[in-house]
């Protein structure tokens, strides 16, 4: 039986979720009030409570599982060829409509941007083609679309280029809107962890919160601090210090927090870095720390 490394051995055994620092009562206040500062001074703010703030890639990639393998190895390595004259002219602006009423004009591109978007070299490549099984990209029709994407307000359908290439059941898709007019992913507080994954409205005043938990951690209880434009929430976890053995598992955890006025139309904040929070959602902006898909 081959034996792990002793040092490799530790690290799997002791370590113990997502390592939350226990605070006090004042520490977290004194916290939310820096958090809200912290959002109100923000310049992603207004793009996020009012804007179009995209939260994934501006490339719709075909899926996969019915796409040849060849196509993903030429993704990467930016293989494309235009073998057909993309429509001319710059589209009329589009309307942007969120489930909450909400509204938003935007100026959209045209179909030779939106291609050079869809096919800038990526900052990284799998190995440079031509290589086995990597071949061009070949775009033979070019069309106006319409496509679901996630944002800072919900989902939202937004105008698209789609691209279809040669050989490929579906097209690639490129959001149409200019990046000019999107907003950014909030940056986050420090270097704080985020803390609380999402949250359900469960009533007027009544949060759910999703967290991540260690096998060894104790759960203390939910905290929140309330401002007239922002609900700041945290889940109080902590390492269990009798335990010395612990796998390297998180859990998922459920709470629930009592807010003292409707929650209406603010801002959900995690405490522990400061960006906001997505209802009912597995997008999570501290992992868009270094990622801004405006630059995809």
Known sequence: MRLLPIALLVVLVTACGPGHA????????????????????????????SGFVPLRNLTLEPDWRRTPRWVGRS??????????????????????????????EVPVLTAEAAYAGLSK????ADEKCPAEGCRPLSVVAVARGEATVPSSRGEVRVPTWDFTVRG??????????????????????????????????????ELRLSYLHG???????????????????????????????????????????????????????DSGSGVPLLPESNVRLIEFRNYDPRRS
């Open 168 to 205: 490929v059941p579906e097209p690639f898709r490129r959001v149409a809107v200019d990046p000019a007019a999107m907003g950014g992913p909030p940056r986050p507080l420090d270097d704080g962890i985020q803390e609380v994954d999402t949250y359900e409205a469960s009533a007027p005043t």
């Open 75 to 104: 993704a990467i390595n930016s293989v494309w060829r235009l073998e057909t004259e993309p429509p001319s002219g710059t589209p009329a602006p589009a309307r942007l409509r969120w489930a909450d009423g909400g509204s938003l």
């Open 22 to 49: 226990p605070v006090t009562d004042d520490e977290f206040a004194a916290r939310a009030r820096e958090v809200v500062e912290h959002w109100r001074g923000s310049a992603e703010r207004e793009a996020w409570v």
């Open 215 to 269: 096998d060894c951690d104790t759960t203390y209880g939910s905290r929140v601090h309330e401002t007239p434009e922002a609900v700041v929430v945290d889940v109080d976890v902590r390492d269990d210090d009798d335990v010395r053995i612990c796998p390297d598992v998180n859990r998922a955890g459920r709470i629930d927090v009592t807010l003292h006025e409707p929650l209406g139309r603010r801002v959900v904040l």
């Open 121 to 124: 070299p990526k900052s990284f």
